[in-house]
């Protein structure tokens, strides 16, 4: 197997991080991959053109986003797992929410950048 994907993985989420935050769509559009499945919290679901979508639109606006209890599990050379606790802050339809979440996410490598596949985020209860 390569080098261990921890490092990598940990700079590809902190990089799509503050491309959400700046609601910067290119740098987004370079870390999420074109089979992107993202779940919202709220059941809700999108592939990567509607969520670059709703950001460009303004729909969702990130305020700040702090990760903890994170910790990757590789799946193959090419494939990983980030799993940990997310608190973001977010605007949505111009709505503030403070949400307190446990998170999955899939990446994969190709071309020696990783890219996020699936983003799964389920509501801790308070």
């Not at 559009?29 to 992107?36: C, G, K, P, S, Y």
Request: include cysteine.
């Amino acid at each position: 197997m390569r080098d261990d994907p921890t490092p990598g993985i940990f700079a590809a989420e902190q990089r799509r991080c503050a491309a959400m935050l700046a609601n910067n769509a290119a740098e987004l559009d370079a870390v999420l991959d074109a089979r992107l499945a993202f779940h919202h919290s709220n059941g809700g679901v999108d592939g990567k053109a509607a969520f670059l979508g709703k950001m460009a639109a303004g729909r969702i606006e990130y305020v700040s986003i702090d990760w903890s209890e994170d910790s990757v599990i590789t799946l193959s050379a090419d494939a990983a797992l980030l799993t940990g606790r997310m608190l973001t802050v977010v605007r949505v339809e111009s709505v503030e929410k403070r949400l307190d979440n446990r998170v999955l996410e899939g990446w994969a490598r190709s071309d020696g950048v990783w890219r996020l596949v699936a983003f799964q985020s389920t509501p801790i209860p308070a």
